[in-house]
């Protein structure tokens, strides 16, 4: 064999026993992520995952982020402790999880606040980034970005156009917030969870159901309610946080990296997911036959008065338990909402 040859095989050899090594190096942090969301929900396929994989792509391979489905590493209605704890490196879960703990933090969850999933988390975000004390109430773990749902929505087995026509419906709801904002607009309220509701429709049990669009499908509610009357009542906020020692722990480098990659980018990625996918299925259910009721301005003018009253208790209930900047931070909540709403509309 001539020389340059034997040489150039060599180094052949060398690379094909290097390579794999290089391939397959193990990641020098993984770190566990849970939220309340199955792993084939689309905020988890389409926001989490691309962002922990660009994260890993971001470090060269040195993070590696695994999502673990709900109850799986701790119960769900535990992920906040349980990211404390350390139980799990990342957590995401409702700001109303476990109902009271983050009082001021959920200001955005009252009725009539936002347009859409994204003005409603951008809201929640500048809020927490704006005021010290809804900081304080998550400073026992590291917030890497905030989210808000979908709008909720009416949907019932026959048609409603006006307060009348709710008034005495027997409307489900899933969480005690919404359950309020039924009473205020004069539905019976049931409370149901959400694994329920579609068997209490098909039984009769209930007359509609007060959930956001993005749900309607997966449940098949649409089967039973063929009806749905726009309102964009009020939506949930949510937070994704990681173990604060697991942060501190983490190299300057890496820890930069995933801020630059979460944050406000990450609030509009999984605010856009959720907005597309409402438009996406509102298509479908026109196309099955759902009918959707537009109510005119002034009757919609009637449900925002409505619910009105929620916002003045509110305020009294966080001020009975001697919060700070109480005032302040409803007067900038509704102001920002709305400043994020004509934007996002405007696009």
Request: with cysteine.
């Amino acid at each position: 064999m001539k020389p340059c040859l034997r040489i150039f095989g060599i180094w052949l050899g060398i690379l094909m026993m290097v390579a794999p090594v290089v391939g397959t190096a193990a990641p020098e942090f993984k770190l566990s992520m849970t939220s309340h969301y199955m792993d084939k929900h689309i905020v988890v396929q389409q926001a989490f995952l691309p962002w922990a994989k660009e994260i890993g792509e971001a470090t060269g391979g040195r993070v590696e982020i695994n999502y673990f489905n709900p109850n799986t590493l701790n119960p769900e209605p535990e992920t906040y402790a349980a990211t404390v704890k350390g139980t799990v490196d990342i957590g995401g879960n409702g700001l109303n999880r476990p109902t009271g703990k983050f009082p001021l933090s959920t200001v955005m969850d009252l009725p009539m606040m936002a347009k859409s999933a994204t003005a409603a988390g951008l809201s929640s975000w500048e809020l927490y980034n704006t005021f010290p004390a809804i900081r304080d109430e998550l400073k026992d773990v590291k917030v890497l970005f905030e989210w808000a749902g979908v709008l909720l929505e009416l949907h019932t087995t026959k048609p409603v156009k006006s307060l009348e026509e709710l008034k005495g419906m027997k409307i489900i709801a899933w969480s005690s917030l919404w359950l309020e904002m039924l009473k205020h607009l004069g539905a019976s309220p049931i409370q149901v969870t959400a694994g329920d509701a579609y068997m209490a429709l098909q039984k009769g049990m209930a007359d509609g159901v007060l959930v956001g669009i993005a749900n309607v499908r997966p449940t098949k509610i649409y089967e039973a309610c063929k009806y749905t009357t726009i309102i964009d009542l009020g939506t949930g906020s949510f937070w994704a946080a990681m173990n604060l020692d697991r942060w501190n722990s983490l190299p300057g480098d890496i820890r930069e990296i995933i801020e630059r990659k979460s944050g406000e980018a990450m609030v509009r990625r999984s605010g856009k997911v959720l907005d597309e996918s409402v438009k996406r299925d509102i298509d479908w259910l026109k196309k099955n036959g759902h009918t959707f009721i537009e109510l005119p301005k002034e009757e919609l003018e009637r449900w925002v008065k409505a619910v009105q009253p929620m916002h003045g208790d509110w305020i009294k209930q966080m001020k009975d338990k001697g919060l700070p900047q109480v005032d302040e931070i409803h007067e900038a909540a509704v102001a920002i909402g709305r400043k994020h709403s004509d934007a996002e509309s405007d696009k």
